[in-house]
């Protein structure tokens, strides 16, 4: 296939490219560097079958030639991100979506939408089920984020009813690895580069929300395999392991060995009390489940960060 992933010199986009390269696909990667990192895909640029493009999803896509598929992975994704930056997430969300969704609707390619358990904002339903719709506020700082997404995917859903466009919405819980930006304020990066540099873990609140964490290689697996599926409506994608921030920051200084201490700080406007994804539809639909401890995870991520000098 020939594809395109916008938002590839992102986490979760560059891994993807690696993914779709080592599937034998040609990809081209869209991104503006605005919160991706041109060296997360530095070491494809001698592939002849990677091609990079730095453009802002929310101007006109022009592609010569076919296009089988379009993966949307652009846009900022960690609250301080998407707080420092909530009109570019609005309008990658909304105009990027509809950019992106023009070019696969033209191309007749099957496209693929990066949505987010933050559609579920601060869930009242415990673990999240596709069929939840969720508990947002609009107007709070979370919101620029949790609307760009469920825009996102009225819009994808409306481009697969009226130009029946082959759509699918991958809804991605928390995720980690590899490749996070050390500083892009999100627990895991914080935590690991806190306990390496042994400064305080700054927990958020009394640390009793809970999350659930996904290593990246089983996320990237059960998005491909729904990227080569037929189903067109959300599917969660995440790992169902739920613990308590408070947990999660005591396995971080066990694996790192550290002897940081533990700080607590107000919890963010919005901040979700739990999430846990339902994954029984992936497990039936795309036969997917993950298989990627979370030692086993942050010890690579843990590994990643010491080796880039933290
Ligand atoms: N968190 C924390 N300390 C930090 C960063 C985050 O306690 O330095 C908390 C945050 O308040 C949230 C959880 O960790 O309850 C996960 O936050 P993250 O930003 O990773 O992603 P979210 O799941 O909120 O989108």
């Known amino acids: 296939m020939r594809v395109m992933v916008t938002g590839a010199a992102g986490f979760l986009g560059s891994h993807l490219c690696d993914r779709l390269l080592a599937e034998g696909h040609e990809v081209i990667g869209l991104d503006n ?18 091609q990079f493009i730095k453009h802002d999803v929310t101007e006109y896509i022009f592609l010569s030639g076919p296009l089988d598929a379009l993966l949307h992975f652009a846009s ?9 930056l909530p009109i570019q997430t609005l309008k990658v969300g909304a105009l990027g979506t509809h950019k992106a969704l023009g070019l696969a609707r033209e191309k007749g390619s099957r496209f693929l939408i990066a949505s987010s358990s933050e559609v579920y904002g601060d869930p009242l339903i415990h673990p999240q089920k596709e069929d939840y719709w969720g508990n947002v ?21 409306a481009y697969h009813r009226s130009h029946g466009v082959d759509t699918k919405i991958v809804r991605i819980f928390n995720t980690f690895g590899p490749r996070m930006r050390a500083n892009d304020g999100r627990v895991v990066p914080a935590f690991i580069t806190q306990a390496l540099a042994g400064k305080p873990l700054t927990i958020f609140g009394d640390g009793t929300q809970t999350r659930s964490f996904c290593f990246v290689s089983d996320l990237i697996e059960g998005i491909y395999r729904l990227l080569l599926s ?28 550290s002897k940081s ?49 933290y």
């Open 261 to 309: 201490t533990l700080t607590y700080e107000p919890l963010p406007t919005d901040d979700p009390k739990v999430r846990q994804p339902d994954i029984s539809h992936a497990k039936e639909k795309l036969g997917w489940e993950p298989r990627v401890s979370l030692k086993e995870g942050l010890r690579q991520t843990i590994e990643f960060f010491r080796a880039a000098g």
């Open 33 to 50: 560097l605005v919160t991706g990192n041109i060296r997360n895909v530095e070491h494809l640029s001698g592939n002849p079958r990677y």
């Open 137 to 157: 506020n609009p107007i709070g700082p979370r919101g620029v984020y949790d609307e760009a997404k469920r825009f996102g995917e009225a819009l994808t859903m």
């Open 76 to 84: 900022p994704a960690s609250p301080i991100d998407y707080l420092e």
């Open 230 to 257: 037929d189903l067109s409506e959300p599917c969660n994608v995440g790992n169902p392991a739920e613990m308590t921030i408070q947990q999660f920051a005591e396995e971080v200084l066990r694996l790192t060995g």
